[in-house]
């Protein structure tokens, strides 16, 4: 999703000003379902246009459009948060965000209202090692399948994965409570990861020979730096259901 500039305005919201009135008791969201009209007013934006910036990219909305999808997107605001895949597909697959760029927006909208309740700071460094650690494990799996839309589209979205993780982390700071030592259930993790750059690369066709160690090379740098990134159990742990939820090897 790189140099991507999505400027949405009111009109492609396919509502208008009137959809924002809060002085009726109940309303709609974005699935039909009625409720109880709740005030989001207090995160509306005064200014002309809001920036949200995603790993260097840019999301631009009019004041509008972002005070609008506040109204629409109630989901975002909830007490306590969901996972952001449970929360997509219930609510935010509709016709704003059902394309395949579309969903990386939601996710990255997603990330930027959990990380108001998150707060910043407190979990800057959390928030880091989650996001680097989900980051690389997407481009190991890219660099076995010499790309695809698929890397392309998670590496968009892994800020809602991440924020969320940092929410889990924000009502468990004890790391769920394992206070063993990790060194060789890591070192068997960072292995097994070792091993599968080995067998991709002996079914790997499509590079040459001369090529090969120099790829293998590459990957196993990834390693490295999961191996820097995960220094307790909730980190691992982390780290082997994100795999496990996003990379499936049949």
């Not at 109940?26 to 809001?50: A, P």
């Not at 989901?75 to 948060?81: A, H, K, R, T």
């Not at 460094?125 to 989650?130: A, G, K």
Request: proline share 2%; hydrophobic share 30%; aromatic share 14%.
């Amino acid at each position: 999703m790189k140099d991507l500039l999505c400027i949405l305005i009111l009109t492609s919201l396919g509502c208008n000003n009137e959809a924002r009135q809060t002085d009726n008791a109940t309303d709609k969201d974005s699935t039909g379902k009625v409720f109880s009209k709740t005030d989001n007013s207090k995160y509306y934006t005064t200014k002309d246009s809001v920036v949200i910036t995603n790993d260097g990219d840019k999301i631009t909305y009019t004041k509008e459009a972002f005070n609008q999808l506040i109204d629409e997107h109630l989901e975002f605001f909830n007490d306590v948060p969901q996972h952001p895949d449970l929360v997509y597909y219930s609510v935010g697959d509709g016709r704003q965000f059902g394309s395949e760029l579309g969903q990386d927006e939601y996710y990255v909208l997603y990330a930027y209202f959990l990380r108001q309740k998150n707060s910043d700071e407190k979990y800057a460094e959390i928030r880091n090692r989650i996001t680097g650690i989900y980051t690389n494990l997407n481009l190991l799996f890219n660099d076995f399948q010499h790309g695809g839309p698929y890397f392309y589209h998670q590496d968009a979205r892994i800020s809602g994965y991440a924020e969320f993780t940092v929410y889990q982390y924000s009502k468990h700071p004890d790391g769920f409570g394992k206070t063993y030592n990790i060194s060789r259930q890591k070192e068997l993790y960072l292995q097994s990861l070792r091993q599968l750059i080995a067998d991709e690369s002996s079914i790997d066709f499509e590079t040459a020979r001369a090529e090969k160690p120099d790829r293998i090379k590459s990957a196993n740098k990834i390693v490295d730096k999961l191996d820097s990134l995960i220094t307790n159990n909730f980190y691992l742990r982390k780290a082997q259901a994100y795999q496990s939820d996003h990379y499936q090897y049949y």
